[in-house]
């Protein structure tokens, strides 16, 4: 079974900003720059017929084209014990209703989307148990906390897929829908 998910992908110029902040934090697995990209929805495991339900809905998530910006970078954790580093993504109404629609369409074709809030932002990092990050997490947060990138246009969103390969997980775009009006 596939592992899918709905995303924005991040534009190689915004993509090389990103990539030059990916230093000086021990333990950390750096995400590969061809891999960046804003999640709208996480679908998880699905069968290929709910795969094929889903590619088709999605085609119905039509909107407008709009701007992004990176403002920021933030940790993510479990307790005390860190899981990601990321850049922000600034609010923007046209993207939370787009999140919105691609999480209906994905729960109505049977897929259990977590309702947790949306936070948009690009994996910059990931940490297993036990990283140790000490005091050059701090030192990251601090001295990238200005970050800013874009803005860039959203032209379309992208159904992935995700599997594991020997240096990180490998995504492959399945289908592009255009953002249009």
Not at 125 to 142: D, L
Not at 143 to 152: E, I, R, V
């Amino acid at each position: 079974m596939p592992r899918l998910f709905i995303a924005l992908p991040v534009p190689e110029e915004i993509a090389s900003e990103l990539s030059a902040l990916q230093s000086g934090v021990p333990d950390a697995r750096w995400v590969a720059p061809e891999n960046f990209h804003v999640t709208l929805c996480f679908a998880g495991e699905v069968q290929g017929g709910t795969m094929r339900d889903l590619e088709e809905e999605l085609s119905d998530a039509t909107g407008p084209k709009f701007t992004l910006t990176l403002s920021g970078v933030e940790q993510f954790s479990s307790g005390k014990q860190p899981r990601a580093l990321a850049a922000l993504v600034q609010k923007s109404e046209r993207l939370e209703r787009l999140q919105q629609k691609i999480s209906t369409i994905a729960r109505h074709c049977g897929i259990e989307v977590a309702r947790r809030k949306f936070r948009p932002h690009v994996t910059l990092a990931r940490f297993g148990n036990g990283a140790e990050t000490g005091h050059h997490m701090a030192q990251f947060m601090a001295s990238h906390a200005q970050f800013h990138a874009g803005p860039w246009v959203a032209e379309h969103f992208s159904l992935y897929s995700s599997r594991s390969g020997r240096s990180g997980r490998i995504y492959t775009e399945q289908a592009a829908y255009g953002l249009t009006y």
